[in-house]
């Protein structure tokens, strides 16, 4: 329990090194002499909007009172265009609480433009009720918990992605920080012990294998990585050297890795619980114990991961439905080719984590010998 508690201020520290690690990104171009703020609408004018069924284009004036910041306090005109895409346009109401960027020349407002709705106060008080529950359900348990989210969110914002978008070797590099990444969660999990190593090696194994298939069902399916989300957009701002493809390969890994995680935890755990209370257990009869759990758990991760890829193209699968089109068409085209793979291939990982996971902790936990 003391190991476990000294990992805490080891691991904020580690939080607070990476907070002040730069980017390498910071600094944008549209964002040079600019302030950044919140602010609310007074009035708006929709004259200059052109209405064309669903979709609105044109631009939205609105008088604005910016809340903080240099300017704050102080009043201007901004402006809101709309290109007639419901997913980024938004019509803001008198009232609303804006995110603005301020274009000025050391005391004169030159420009507003209104970006989006200002959702940050939500966000942050959404966080703390997370983080509250967790630690006063779990307490010790749930504020390690809190500590994995946070650096796992910053491991990937901090490292992973510039790294990506520096152009190293997405698969490498991302299998290396999941790596990483995975040992410092069970450390804060298990402190350093027999069922830290156990779990890693189980998780890292599922994780190396999930890779693997990912690599190669990518190229014998002929994907390409601009099936993800924004990513043709990512090369036409000036990033036109990344590799898609292998980052959509590391990806299917990152996706997977959570799931694969949690089941050695559950079978470590689980091995560990029979151990403790039966001491005399032998090696045989504790592995055959982690595969008992490993089987329950197998049939309703995978589920987890079909229900958590399918969540995400729901859409999509309602257009397929709502245009008629054929189960054969469905199947065979590419984004939904890249979400088989990603299911596929993270059950495949689950699949190889689960006895790998109970012949290593039934090994290394039972004391007694066949």
Same mark, same amino acid.
């Given at each position: 329990?003391?190991?476990?508690?000294?990992?805490?201020?080891?691991?904020?520290?580690?939080?607070?090194?990476?907070?002040?690690?730069?980017?390498?990104?910071?600094?944008?171009?549209?964002?040079?002499?600019?302030?950044?703020?919140?602010?609310?609408?007074?009035?708006?004018?929709?004259?200059?909007?052109?209405?064309?069924?669903?979709?609105?284009?044109?631009?939205?004036?609105?008088?604005?009172?910016?809340?903080?910041?240099?300017?704050?306090?102080?009043?201007?005109?901004?402006?809101?265009?709309?290109?007639?895409?419901? %997913?980024?346009?938004?019509?803001?109401?008198?009232?609303?609480?804006?995110?603005?960027?301020?274009?000025?020349?050391?005391?004169?407002?030159?420009?507003?433009?209104?970006?989006?709705?200002?959702?940050?106060?939500?966000?942050?008080?959404?966080?703390?009720?997370?983080?509250?529950?967790?630690?006063?359900?779990?307490?010790?348990?749930?504020?390690? %918990?809190?500590?994995?989210?946070?650096?796992?969110?910053?491991?990937?914002?901090?490292?992973?992605?510039?790294?990506?978008?520096?152009?190293?070797?997405?698969?490498?590099?991302?299998?290396?920080?999941?790596?990483?990444?995975?040992?410092?969660?069970?450390?804060?999990?298990?402190?350093?012990?027999?069922?830290?190593?156990?779990?890693?090696?189980?998780?890292?194994?599922?994780?190396?294998?999930?890779?693997?298939?990912?690599?190669?069902?990518?190229?014998?399916?002929?994907?390409?990585?601009?099936?993800?989300?924004? %990513?043709?957009?990512?090369?036409?701002?000036?990033?036109?050297?990344?590799?898609?493809?292998?980052?959509?390969?590391? %990806?299917?890994?990152?996706?997977?890795?959570?799931?694969?995680?949690?089941?050695?935890?559950?079978?470590?755990?689980?091995?560990?619980?029979?151990?403790?209370?039966?001491?005399?257990?032998?090696?045989?009869?504790?592995?055959?114990?982690?595969?008992?759990?490993?089987?329950?758990?197998?049939?309703?991760?995978?589920?987890?991961?079909?229900?958590?890829?399918?969540?995400?193209?729901?859409?999509?699968?309602?257009?397929?439905?709502?245009?008629?089109?054929?189960?054969?068409?469905?199947?065979?085209?590419?984004?939904?080719?890249?979400?088989?793979?990603?299911?596929?291939?993270?059950?495949?990982?689950?699949?190889?984590?689960?006895?790998?996971?109970?012949?290593?902790?039934?090994?290394?936990?039972?004391?007694?010998?066949?």
């Amino acid at each position: 329990m003391k190991r476990k508690f000294f990992a805490i201020p080891v691991i904020l520290v580690i939080i607070a090194i990476l907070i002040f690690i730069p980017t390498g990104f910071e600094g944008a171009l549209q964002f040079k002499d600019a302030e950044k703020c919140k602010a609310v609408v007074l009035e708006v004018n929709n004259s200059s909007l052109i209405n064309t069924g669903l979709i609105r284009t044109g631009q939205q004036i609105c008088l604005v009172k910016f809340c903080d910041g240099k300017f704050k306090g102080q009043s201007a005109e901004g402006w809101n265009m709309l290109g007639g895409s419901l %997913s980024q346009d938004k019509i803001f109401r008198k009232g609303d609480k804006v995110q603005c960027v301020v274009h000025y020349d050391t005391d004169e407002i030159l420009s507003v433009n209104l970006i989006d709705y200002y959702r940050l106060n939500g966000e942050f008080f959404l966080a703390l009720a997370f983080a509250l529950f967790l630690i006063i359900f779990a307490r010790g348990i749930g504020l390690r %918990s809190v500590l994995s989210f946070v650096i796992t969110v910053l491991v990937l914002w901090k490292i992973m992605v510039p790294l990506f978008l520096k152009g190293y070797n997405p698969i490498v590099c991302g299998f290396i920080v999941i790596a990483v990444m995975t040992f410092v969660i069970l450390f804060l999990v298990y402190g350093m012990n027999k069922r830290l190593f156990s779990s890693f090696c189980g998780a890292m194994s599922g994780i190396l294998f999930a890779m693997i298939l990912s690599v190669i069902c990518s190229k014998v399916f002929r994907i390409h990585g601009a099936v993800m989300a924004n %990513s043709e957009a990512l090369l036409y701002s000036g990033f036109e050297n990344l590799n898609l493809t292998q980052i959509f390969m590391a %990806s299917v890994c990152i996706g997977a890795s959570g799931s694969v995680m949690d089941l050695s935890v559950d079978i470590t755990s689980a091995v560990y619980e029979v151990v403790q209370n039966c001491p005399e257990i032998s090696r045989i009869r504790a592995i055959k114990s982690g595969m008992n759990v490993a089987q329950a758990a197998m049939g309703t991760m995978t589920t987890t991961l079909l229900l958590a890829y399918s969540g995400t193209c729901i859409a999509l699968l309602m257009t397929f439905m709502a245009q008629g089109t054929p189960i054969y068409n469905i199947l065979n085209n590419n984004v939904v080719a890249a979400e088989i793979i990603n299911t596929i291939a993270g059950s495949f990982g689950l699949a190889m984590t689960a006895p790998l996971t109970a012949v290593i902790s039934g090994s290394l936990l039972a004391k007694k010998k066949d």
